[in-house]
């Protein structure tokens, strides 16, 4: 039985925990100073897991989408992602890389039931896909991500005709990995991997961002470079072609 | 002699190029209107629009004859990076060409914004493996455009 943060268990079930590079973990805390001060007036004086105490259903997407368009105005935290999670990622799909251009931002209230359906991203994007989704702030329980093992794939699919919101939760409860994430730590997920978000049941808010690695070389799905990823890292036989 | 910085907020006016490879499946009146939403995000609008012919997509010789005019403007907005790419090799040289004579790029697809010579080398990795990864795309759009 492989640990779930190794590299053999990513490969047997698509998705693994990592620890973030400590070295770069300054920087997510700075992030986050950064985020409450651009938007003091929705925090209040509440912590990030209290954030929903002063906010109500209705305003939360607009907030979403104001929070996410200043964090896509920092070039930096996409290049802190990628070099807090470099060692894996580099193992995983480099070293030539290629990174969405947009960061995503999700913001899940306590009891909050606008969420993300089960799904998996493909074929919209590359199998060679992988996501890390990193949590600012400790996730465990329902503010978790409910993961799909490869092995139950097959089953899932033959599920998406369905339109019941109840059966994906029911296969979710019976197959799904709830891996607890705390904030310094990250989930690292294949895009052909079925995952399903729960309605948070918690008593705090999740805030996570999530951003998008392939190799620059791998097919790609209806995604591309230039209008959907840029370039992170290349190889030194990939800048030699170049110059 | 006012510098590129002086110009670059007094001149707001683009010239402008759709991609004709792609009017069958972006009509050409489409592409206009992505065009102009996305450089009215940099407070720019468009001056003329004109594509390339049949006869010259490849070479992109109606950009470069408009290059020799020296026109007024701030700069170009392409429907998309892909315009460069339908010659033999890709056409990163008349991109190169508009920079050093201090026209800003604009491509409205990929919304990207290329101000100078210092970003387009940022970029130029990304240009140029895009033209290696796209080949069966850039075939396909080529296939379609047959006279």
């Known amino acids: 039985m492989y640990k779930n943060n190794t590299l053999n268990y990513f490969e047997k079930n698509g998705f693994m925990k990592i620890n973030l590079d400590k070295k770069y973990l300054k920087d997510y805390v700075s992030f986050k100073k950064t985020i409450k001060k651009s938007f003091a007036k929705n925090f209040k004086n509440n912590s990030f897991e209290k954030f929903h105490l002063d906010v109500t259903f209705d305003k939360i997407n607009d907030i979403r989408m104001k929070v996410i368009e200043k964090i896509n105005k920092d070039k930096k935290i996409k290049q802190n992602i990628y070099l807090s999670a470099k060692k894996i990622l580099n193992q995983m799909v480099g070293p030539d890389i290629i990174v969405q251009k947009n960061i995503n931002l999700a913001i899940q209230m306590p009891k909050d039931q606008s969420r993300a359906l089960f799904h998996k991203d493909t074929p919209l994007s590359s199998k060679h896909e992988a996501v890390i989704w990193v949590p600012l702030v400790d996730c465990k329980q329902s503010m978790c991500m409910t993961m799909i093992p490869k092995k139950y794939h097959d089953e899932a699919d033959s599920l998406l005709k369905k339109t019941n919101e109840k059966i994906y939760e029911k296969f979710a409860k019976k197959y799904g990995i709830t891996i607890p994430v705390k904030f310094g730590q990250a989930l690292i997920f294949n895009t052909n991997n079925f995952h399903y978000i729960p309605v948070n049941q918690t008593k705090n808010t999740r805030w996570s961002l999530n951003l998008r690695f392939k190799n620059l070389f791998t097919p790609y799905g209806e995604r591309n470079l230039l209008d959907y990823y840029q370039i992170i890292n290349t190889s030194p036989i990939s800048r030699l072609l170049n110059s | ?147």
């Open chain 2, 1 to 147: 002699m006012k510098s590129k910085k002086d110009t670059f907020f007094l001149n707001t006016e683009l010239f402008c190029y759709p991609d004709t490879l792609l009017n069958k499946f972006i009509p050409q009146a489409w592409q206009l209107f992505i065009m102009k939403s996305f450089i009215s995000e940099y407070k720019k609008k468009i001056s003329f629009y004109t594509g390339e012919s049949h006869k010259t997509y490849k070479k992109m010789t109606l950009l470069k004859n408009k290059l020799n005019e020296k026109p007024k403007l701030h700069g170009f907005v392409f429907f998309s990076f892909l315009q460069f790419c339908y010659n033999k090799e890709n056409n990163l040289e008349i991109m190169e060409e508009c920079l050093n004579k201090n026209y800003s790029i604009y491509l409205a697809r990929e919304k990207i914004v290329i101000r100078n010579m210092s970003e387009f080398k940022k970029k130029k990795l990304d240009f140029f493996y895009f033209t290696k990864t796209n080949k069966a795309l850039i075939k396909s759009i080529l296939e379609n455009f047959k006279y």
